[in-house]
Each structure stands twice: as structure tokens, then as C-alpha cells.
């Protein structure tokens, strides 16, 4: 089925009666997980984050002597790391004969079903909605970073994929437990603390995850006689636990490891307005127009908090 670009009609929308289904997935998991931590900006250029560095550690080795002049200070010098938020913008138009028309119906009908959308400004406003979900929940785990620089150019946030400061490569080989600990070590001595770190994939690497630990000895043994199958939502770690998320948006072949303690949305809002509004434009003739508007961003906090597995083999369901 091919969606209409422009004003809907009594033509390009045909009502039907039965059971109303999306046949595109419209849950965004690694959003909701966040979206309770939004803050507000009223600038699209945010920080995610001051960093400091020390010096390495090491053993002092100052004697009385020396100890009557005070060493050298050392000033610690401070870096700014930023984010912007970016549009999310969609039209939607349908025509006064298309929403007058409600009641006529194609396809197979009978007297017990009706038309399945009876308002179909509000039924195109909740799809708007969900695409607008689906492009934020895409750009949080993919977006690639650019500051505009005019008002012709966009701005684009940095999604949690760019922001992994901790990068393991798998050379298309198979995920293995051995992959996973490298990963684990490398991002703790990088600096990550696994406060609440999640491992977001998709279904093939979730499925190979489950496979790598759910055969360990006595974690198999269902709560009944009756009940089958294995589904790993947790791994403990040499560094913390870490939870699995499954999301249809992470590109195959890579595993995320965020950790959510320092993840949260930013939102702009336009004044009087408020955040992904629905407003009315201009007519031109019979049709209801409006625009839902909205302005966001990722807070990913500092890179070294969170990781990525990269290039994994197409074997890993092995």
C-alpha cells in the first residue's frame, strides 16, 4: 500500500470496515526508555558534558626535605562537549468532502462493521505522531552530528552510534562471549562505571545473546515442566549488570552498549506553543491544513560512558 503525498481525498483514501492494524512496527523502545529524563533548552546548541582529565596515577615520592616547598600546581584544564536539537515537522491535509464522506466504505463490508478511522483528521494527525516517534527513536540510535551554520542548512543531533567512545571490531566474525568481555574491559578502563548500562540490538544479535548465555549450567531450568525457550534480559558482568533492549532501528551487525544513568532527551520549545504541537495553516480552499511542529535532541553524555560492537558476521545465529 503506497501513501498519498498531498491533500487526502474521498478518492486516494478509501474507508474500509475491519480491525485497524499498522503493518509497519510502531514501537520505539530505546525512546521510551529515555523519555521520562527530558529536559528543556531554549537554545538547539546544549551541552552534553564538561570533561576533565587527571594525570596518570603514580606513587608520590616526597621527602621531608622537599616537602617544605609546595610542588608545582597542576590546573585542571576543563573541555565542552555539545549536541543541538533539530526539526521534526509533518503536513497534514484532508479535503471537507473526504471527512464528510465518512460513511462511505470499500472493499468487503457488513452491517456489524463500520469504518474503521470515522475521523480521518484525527486518524492522519496519530499516524503523523507515530512517524514522528519512529524518525526520533532512528535518529537517537543513528543520527550523525552537524551544527547548521545558516538558516539553510539543518541542524542534525548526534545519535547514541556516533557517540559510543569505545569501539570493539568484530571483522565479521561471530559474536562471541570473548567479543562481549572485550568490550565489557575495554569501556570500563576507558571510564564507563555500568551505573545502568543497557545493550540495545536488534534481533539477530539478540537472539545469538540469548544463545551465548542462556545454556550456562542451571540458567536453562524452566519454573514449570510446561514452559520452554530461553530469553536473556540481563547479563551479570565483572563490572555491573547490564540489561538487553531489542529495537528494529539498530542496523545489523552492531551492538550498542549505552549507559542510560547520563541518556536524556532535550526539547525546544517554540513560546506559547510548547513542544510537537498541532497548529492549523493557511487555507486554500476545502481542506482542513495543519503542520505538527517540534524540536529535539539526544543528551548523550560523555562518549566514554558507552560502547559499540561493530561489523559482526552475518553467523551469529549460528
Same mark, same amino acid.
Not at 622537599?66 to 616547598?69: D, E, M, V, Y
Not at 574491559?185 to 536488534?202: I, Q, R, S
Not at 536473556?232 to 542496523?251: A, C, H, K, W, Y
Given at each position: ?9 474521498v ?21 521510551n526508555?529515555?523519555? &521520562?529524563? *527530558?529536559? +528543556? %533548552?531554549?537554545?538547539f ?9 587527571? !594525570?596518570? #596515577? =603514580? ?6 626535605t622537599?616537602?617544605?616547598?609546595a610542588?608545582?600546581?597542576?590546573s585542571?584544564?576543563?573541555s ?6 533539530q526539526?521534526?515537522?509533518e ?10 464522506s ?5 472493499g ?9 478511522a470515522?475521523?480521518?483528521l ?20 543513528n ?8 538558516? &539553510?542548512? *539543518?541542524? +542534525? %543531533? ?5 557517540a559510543?567512545g569505545?569501539v570493539?571490531d568484530? !571483522?565479521n #566474525? =561471530?559474536l562471541t ?7 565489557f ?18 534481533s ?7 544463545d ?11 519454573p ?7 530469553n ?20 545489523d551487525?552492531v551492538?550498542l ?5 547520563c541518556v ?33 535532541g539526544?543528551?548523550h ?7 559499540k ?10
Open positions: 500500500m503506497a501513501n498519498v503525498n498531498g491533500t487526502g481525498t478518492w486516494n483514501l478509501p474507508n474500509f470496515a475491519g480491525q485497524l492494524y499498522s503493518a509497519t512496527p510502531a514501537v520505539t523502545p530505546f525512546l526508555l529515555i523519555r &521520562g529524563g *527530558a529536559v +528543556k %533548552t531554549d537554545n546548541q546544549f551541552a552534553t558534558g564538561v570533561e576533565y582529565t587527571h !594525570e596518570a #596515577a =603514580a606513587q608520590p615520592a616526597i621527602s621531608e622537599a616537602s617544605l616547598t610542588p608545582t600546581a597542576i585542571y584544564v576543563r565542552q562537549n555539545t549536541n543541538v536539537t526539526i521534526f515537522q503536513r497534514i491535509s484532508v479535503s471537507y468532502a473526504k471527512q464528510s465518512s460513511g462511505r466504505l470499500s468487503v463490508t457488513s452491517a456489524l462493521a463500520g469504518n474503521c470515522p475521523n480521518e484525527d486518524f492522519q494527525t496519530a499516524r503523523a505522531l507515530e512517524k514522528i516517534a519512529r524518525d526520533v527513536e532512528y535518529t537517537f540510535l543520527g550523525t552530528y552537524q551544527l547548521a551554520a545558516n538558516a &539553510g542548512q *539543518a541542524n +542534525k %543531533t548526534r545519535g547514541m552510534l556516533a559510543a569505545t570493539v568484530c !571483522e #566474525a =561471530a562471549q570473548d567479543f562481549l568481555k572485550t568490550a574491559k575495554t569501556a570500563y578502563n576507558a571510564g564507563a562505571d555500568f551505573t545502568d548500562m543497557v545493550l540495545v540490538c536488534g539477530d544479535i539478540k537472539q545469538r545473546i540469548t551465548l548465555y542462556g545454556s550456562q549450567w542451571g540458567f536453562a531450568l524452566p514449570t515442566r510446561n514452559i520452554g525457550g530461553v536473556v534480559t540481563q547479563i551479570e558482568t565483572d563490572f555491573g549488570m547490564v540489561s538487553v533492549l531489542l529495537s528494529r532501528f539498530m542496523p551487525g551492538l552498549g549505552a549507559d542510560i544513568s536524556r532527551p532535550v526539547e525546544q520549545d517554540v513560546p506559547d506553543k510548547g513542544n510537537f504541537f498541532r497548529e492549523a495553516l493557511a487555507k486554500n480552499g476545502a481542506s482542513e491544513e495543519y503542520q505538527i511542529f517540534g524540536q529535539i539526544l543528551d553524555g560523555p562518549g566514554w560512558k558507552h560502547f560492537i561493530i561489523n559482526i558476521g552475518s553467523g551469529a545465529n549460528a
